[in-house]
């Protein structure tokens, strides 16, 4: 199998935890977690920064459970 290319997001999904500053509707929601996976219910899920309470970082970059899990970015904090 060939080795992921670095911008892959599922690449860096693998290698990292998310961002601690991040933030989704999820987390503010009571579920019994049975059923479906959560860790993988994130196509219709509204994700904001802790730091500018927007769908962006301040980086000026968008937020999400792919973009915020990049140590590259100026503003990732590791949990």
Avoid at 39 to 54: A, E, Q, S, V
Avoid at 64 to 78: F, M, T
């Amino acid at each position: 199998m060939p080795d992921a290319e670095p911008n892959d997001p599922t690449a860096v999904e693998q290698q990292t935890y998310p961002c601690r500053n991040l933030r989704h509707q999820g987390m503010y929601v009571f579920t019994d977690g049975r059923g479906r996976d959560p860790d993988k219910d994130y196509d219709n899920t509204i994700f904001w920064c802790l730091k500018t309470m927007k769908g962006y970082g301040p980086d000026d970059e968008s937020v999400g459970i792919h973009d915020c899990r990049n140590p590259a970015r100026s503003c990732h904090e590791p949990l």
